[in-house]
Nanobody, 122 residues
Framework: QVQLVESGGGLVQAGGSLRLSCAAS????????MGWFRQAPGNEREFVEA????????RYADSVKGRFTISRDNAKNTVYLQMNSLKPEDTAVYYC???????????????WGQGTQVTVSS
């Protein structure tokens, strides 16, 4: 079992930055792709960005290209999402996820974090 706990959410003005962290338990962290998803009010949960097991590859949604950067530190069992140039439309609950094929069209999420709220004001 893998437990994921997000932190770093909050309220920020448009154009600002936040860094989300996701701390994972267990010794199997490096077995999984890791990713971030978000769900805004009235919307379905959507893919944001993912990183491969060893951290060598990433994939991102067009909506965050050039603004968000995912990274992972397998020694610390932690994945990060650096969010820059934030926009009001980035407002959502952000969820950390561990699974397989997260960088591909078909994704399988085995574990979800509890979510952390990000609110961007204009």
């Amino acid at each position: 079992q893998v437990q994921l706990v997000e932190s770093g959410g909050g309220l920020v003005q448009a154009g600002g930055s936040l860094r989300l962290s996701c701390a994972a338990s267990g010794r199997t962290f490096s077995n999984y792709d890791m990713g971030w998803f978000r769900q805004a009010p009235g919307n379905e949960r959507e893919f944001v960005e993912a990183i491969s097991r060893g951290g060598g590859s990433t994939r991102y949604a067009d909506s965050v290209k050039g603004r968000f950067t995912i990274s992972r530190d397998n020694a610390k069992n932690t994945v990060y999402l650096q969010m820059n140039s934030l926009k009001p439309e980035d407002t959502a609950v952000y969820y950390c996820a561990a699974g397989f094929n997260l960088l591909r069209g078909t994704r399988t999420v085995n574990y979800w974090g509890q979510g952390t709220q990000v609110t961007v004001s204009s």
